[in-house]
T-cell receptor
Framework: EAGVAQSPRYKIIEKRQSVAFWCNPI?????LYWYQQILGQGPKLLIQ????????DSQLPKDRFSAERLKGVDSTLKIQPAKLEDSAVYLC??????????FGSGTRLTVV | GIQVEQSPPDLILQEGANSTLRCNFS?????LQWFHQNPWGQLINLFY???GTKQNGRLSATTVATERYSLLYISSSQTTDSGVYFC??????????FGKGTMLLVSP
């Protein structure tokens, strides 16, 4: 089966600019996640979707981050305005019950 | 939420050596996975193993759910095994919590 697709692979922006990341999960996976991984740390959950509904966004900095999952398939994560501390790898994953998570290649964001 | 602790934090091996990585978790789990993060940052799923033992080539994993730990065994290590190994668990809320990882360096 095709994996989780993410784009872009890399992005460099200046602070206070906006940026968007895109994710296409594995076909048939109802659950989609966005994780943030800061250098030297393990990934941390930002938001979880079940189909097109939000299950958990308790760790999403809602003053600057937003995410949507239209039609329960693709998802977009946006940051506006970006801060230096947002520099990280943004990982998308999808899952189905009993099979665990599959992660995409990630988007490496550098804010300068 | 669930706490996940990994040990050791760093490990240096010579090619051909064997190693054991440990993961302790604070609650009963519905899901436990081991991942390898390669130098390009991609997380590769090694095992989905909430309980029992699985083997895949030179790698095997065992989770003892009643004692809240999991072990990842790497035998006859190769330089391509280098990278960060993450254990991640969820206790039933469908959200994986990651440990801090074990950084493995295999030298030729």
């Amino acid at each position: 089966e095709a994996g989780v697709a993410q784009s872009p692979r890399y992005k460099i922006i200046e602070k206070r600019q906006s940026v968007a990341f895109w994710c296409n999960p594995i076909s048939g996976h109802a659950t989609l996640y966005w994780y943030q991984q800061i250098l030297g740390q393990g990934p941390k959950l930002l938001i979880q979707f079940q189909n097109n509904g939000v299950v958990d966004d308790s760790q999403l900095p809602k003053d600057r981050f937003s995410a949507e999952r239209l039609k329960g398939v693709d998802s977009t994560l946006k940051i506006q305005p970006a801060k230096l501390e947002d520099s990280a790898v943004y990982l998308c994953a999808s899952s189905r019950k009993g099979y665990g998570y599959t992660f995409g290649s990630g988007t490496r964001l550098t804010v300068v | 939420g669930i706490q996940v602790e990994q040990s050791p934090p760093d490990l240096i091996l010579q090619e051909g050596a064997n190693s054991t990585l440990r993961c302790n978790f604070s609650d009963s789990v519905n899901n436990l996975q081991w991942f390898h993060q390669n130098p390009w940052g991609q997380l590769i799923n090694l095992f989905y193993i909430p309980s029992g033992t699985k083997q895949n080539g030179r790698l095997s994993a065992t989770t003892v759910a009643t004692e809240r730990y999991s072990l990842l065994y790497i035998s006859s290590s190769q330089t391509t095994d280098s990278g960060v190994y993450f254990c991640a668990a969820d206790s039933g809320y469908s959200t994986l919590t990651f440990g801090k990882g074990t950084m493995l360096l295999v030298s030729p």
